[in-house]
């Protein structure tokens, strides 16, 4: 699923709560609490601040998010053009955890040269939606996905151009197929590369209820260490098929990461950090 991740799929994907790198809160009805400064600080950092702002205002002139107010506070939560939006966008997003109905899904195809760029975009589809080239015209994926894939082909004339088999078997151990052909062993290492570097900020900083605090005055170094953490974090999520967990290598190392996330680097903003250091700096003196 390689996707450019934009500013505006960050602010979206974390209404949603389809990222825990992004979620600040956890609650039934995706609200984030002071959005402006919340949310800002899981925007890339090259991503200025005025920026973000006509962000979230051309968002909500969009109607992908609302405003509400709650106990006397304002709040920004996605609407269901937003949601919408997002499962278009990513759709293998919602097909996390879903039970593997043991059947491959074979989509093959044969376009002249004179339809090349139609044919990379096809290609390139195929990619988003998850599948692994088998062969330079042969993809498989084992999600139930064919529908959204056909719609595209349609729309692009080349639905006459493309085959499609659905398989209970393939010949060859599937985890050995799975990891050739999506390439998992180098994608875990992407993951546990993640989880040093949180690691060595975590060696850097003292813990108290799975909040990390400067012991240090490098404020801004850390901060900006924590934002691209989750920026990669979320870049190499997004590349991930998400295949069913009878695929995946033993020791995959994608929720492990996740877990790290969560705990440790969920709730750090740049505010959080200034205030956690002057109440710091202030007990010192």
Not at 124 to 136: P, S, V
Not at 137 to 154: C, G, K, N, Q
Not at 214 to 238: F, P, W
Request: proline share 3%; charged share 35%.
């Amino acid at each position: 699923m390689k996707k450019l991740l934009r500013p505006r799929d960050i602010l979206l994907l974390g209404l949603t709560n389809a990222l825990d790198a992004f979620e600040e809160l956890k609650d039934p009805l995706h609200l984030v609490s002071k959005s402006y400064d919340q949310m800002y600080g899981w925007v890339p950092d090259q991503y200025k601040k005025h920026h973000f702002n006509h962000l979230v205002w051309r968002s909500l002139r969009a109607g992908y998010i609302e405003k509400i107010e709650k106990d006397g506070e304002i709040y920004i939560r996605i609407t269901s053009s937003g949601a919408k939006m997002i499962q278009r966008d990513f759709p293998l997003l919602s097909l996390q955890n879903k039970t593997w109905d043991h059947k491959w899904r074979i989509v093959m195809f044969d376009i002249a040269e004179i339809q090349k760029k139609k044919r990379d975009y096809l290609r390139e589809k195929l990619k988003e939606l998850g599948f692994g080239m088998l062969q330079e015209s042969v993809f498989i994926t084992p999600h139930d996905i064919l529908r959204d894939f056909l719609e595209y082909a349609e729309s692009i004339g080349l639905r006459d151009s493309v085959d499609i088999l659905e398989a209970s078997y393939i010949l060859g151990e599937k985890k050995q197929l799975a990891n050739r052909v999506w390439r998992l062993e180098d994608l875990s290492k992407k993951y546990l590369e993640i989880i040093q570097e949180i690691e060595e900020l975590l060696e850097a900083a003292k813990v108290k209820n799975s909040h990390l605090i400067i012991i240090s005055g490098r404020t801004k170094q850390l901060n900006n260490k924590v934002r691209e953490i989750k920026e990669r974090y979320a870049k190499i999520l997004l590349s991930d098929p998400f295949l069913p967990k009878e695929l995946l290598p033993k020791n995959y190392s994608r929720d492990q990461a996740g877990r790290l996330i969560n705990k440790y680097l969920r709730n750090l903003n740049e505010e959080k950090i200034k205030t956690i250091h002057r109440a710091n700096y202030c007990n010192k003196v």
